[in-house]
């Protein structure tokens, strides 16, 4: 079942639908689909953990990228229970409990192996889950679009499943478990994560999770950190520290760069064509990148790290990101009519239909104030 929603950004109103798609696992996934015009292919998005789909919109309603974007039918799929209006997924109870900066909600405790049980899904789970969206939409196969933990989700779909997906983009992607400090420090707060689960959000957790989405301590664009909690106190609280726990317990993705190509090599390596990028600033996420384009096929897979940037790209540079992004559709044989150039041209033309319309929407309420003022 579906239901048309809109999210509102910078130029104009996107128009989605809200697809509810049940899964082997008994746990349904909600996709948020925006429909493109001249549609050429699928992009499937996947969000890092502490956001949902709304993470994607300000981006994907870039000038720029509306442009690309209405190309294509994109499908922005969310976490288990990482919805609008979501309750816990699965609990051994449920409870009610007042967080110090939440309202009054359910929260739920996570029984994982605890045989009858049902804890959150792992990485891996989730990726499986990824086929039920594939299959209910009918793609012959999609572009991956991918930040932080969900490009990990990605990558194991397309470990799985290569010949559904055409090329993977990849924010601040990680192959491994980590050994760093960093890390270790994020997956053994389990004190916050558990108050979490309970529904308590505490300036610790949101410490740790903005280290984790910008790649350093702290941010000065004070509008992105602030958009994140914001976004982050509107969604169900257990279900973020369950995705977070999954993401925490992810075992290594197993790639390994395949130089001599020798069939029946028992390599496990990433077949589809793949671009990883993240931001300068974020030396934590400079080095996964890194370690991960070491294990990759240098055939398939480019990199880049853009310069002055940290890992929240999409907020902060997106007008260089929409170029990478083309730049790596065109690579895959998709939009080749499409130039930087020509998009940027597209682009105005779309802004300044988006203010004339914005303008004649004031004059006409103008207007019908100027009516019902009169009738007084």
């Known amino acids: 079942c579906y239901n048309l929603i809109s999210?509102?950004?910078?130029?104009?109103?996107?128009?989605?639908?809200?697809?509810?798609?049940?899964?082997?696992?008994?746990?349904?996934?909600?996709?948020?689909?925006?429909?493109?015009?001249?549609?050429?292919?699928?992009?499937?998005?996947?969000?890092?953990?502490?956001?949902?789909?709304?993470?994607?919109?300000?981006?994907?309603?870039?000038?720029d990228m509306q442009v690309i974007a209405d190309n294509f039918n994109v499908y922005h799929v969310c976490a288990p229970g990482h919805q609008d209006n979501a309750g816990p997924v699965a609990s051994d109870g449920v409870e009610e409990k007042e967080g110090l900066l939440t309202e009054r909600q359910q929260f739920a405790t996570y029984a994982d192996g605890v045989p009858g049980k049902i804890g959150y899904p792992s990485l891996d789970e989730i990726a499986d889950m990824l086929q039920s969206v594939v299959a209910h939409f009918n793609l012959a196969y999609f572009v991956g679009f991918g930040s932080g933990a969900g490009s990990n989700v990605l990558c194991r779909y397309a470990l799985k499943h290569p010949d559904k997906v055409l090329s993977l983009f990849l924010i601040n992607p990680n192959a491994n478990t980590d050994n760093t400090y960093y890390n270790w420090l994020f997956a053994n707060n389990n004190a916050e994560w558990q108050r979490m689960s309970q529904g308590l959000l505490t300036d610790s957790a949101l410490k740790l999770l903005e280290r984790h989405w910008f790649g350093h301590n702290?941010?000065?664009?004070?509008?992105?950190?602030?958009?994140?909690?914001?976004?982050?106190?509107?969604?169900?609280?257990?279900?973020?520290?369950?995705?977070?726990?999954?993401?925490?317990?992810?075992?290594?993705?197993?790639?390994?760069?395949?130089?001599?190509?020798?069939?029946?090599?028992?390599?496990?390596?990433?077949?589809?064509?793949?671009?990883?990028?993240?931001?300068?600033?974020?030396?934590?996420?400079?080095?996964?990148?890194?370690?991960?384009?070491?294990?990759?096929?240098?055939?398939?897979?480019?990199?880049?790290?853009?310069?002055?940037?940290?890992?929240?790209?999409?907020?902060?540079?997106?007008?260089?990101?929409?170029?990478?992004?083309?730049?790596?559709?065109?690579?895959?044989?998709?939009?080749?009519?499409?130039?930087?150039?020509?998009?940027?041209?597209?682009?105005?033309?779309?802004?300044?239909?988006?203010?004339?319309?914005?303008?004649?929407?004031?004059?006409?309420?103008?207007?019908?104030?100027?009516?019902?003022?009169?009738?007084f």
């Open 218 to 375: 702290s941010s000065d664009c004070y509008d992105s950190v602030e958009a994140c909690k914001q976004q982050l106190l509107s969604m169900c609280l257990p279900n973020v520290a369950g995705y977070i726990k999954a993401y925490n317990d992810r075992p290594d993705l197993g790639i390994q760069r395949d130089l001599a190509k020798q069939p029946g090599s028992g390599l496990r390596t990433l077949e589809v064509q793949a671009f990883l990028v993240t931001g300068g600033l974020a030396k934590d996420m400079v080095t996964r990148l890194v370690a991960m384009n070491s294990r990759c096929d240098p055939g398939r897979t480019e990199f880049l790290i853009v310069d002055e940037s940290d890992g929240m790209m999409m907020e902060t540079e997106p007008a260089k990101l929409a170029v990478l992004f083309l730049r790596h559709l065109r690579s895959c044989g998709l939009v080749v009519s499409l130039t930087p150039e020509r998009v940027r041209e597209l682009a105005k033309q779309r802004c300044a239909s988006a203010s004339v319309a914005a303008a004649a929407d004031v004059e006409a309420i103008d207007e019908t104030a100027d009516i019902d003022c009169g009738d």
């Open 7 to 63: 999210g509102s950004d910078r130029f104009s109103i996107i128009k989605m639908e809200e697809h509810v798609i049940a899964t082997s696992y008994g746990i349904p996934l909600h996709v948020y689909m925006q429909r493109g015009t001249k549609t050429s292919g699928s992009i499937l998005t996947f969000h890092d953990i502490g956001t949902n789909y709304r993470s994607f919109l300000g981006f994907f309603n870039y000038c």
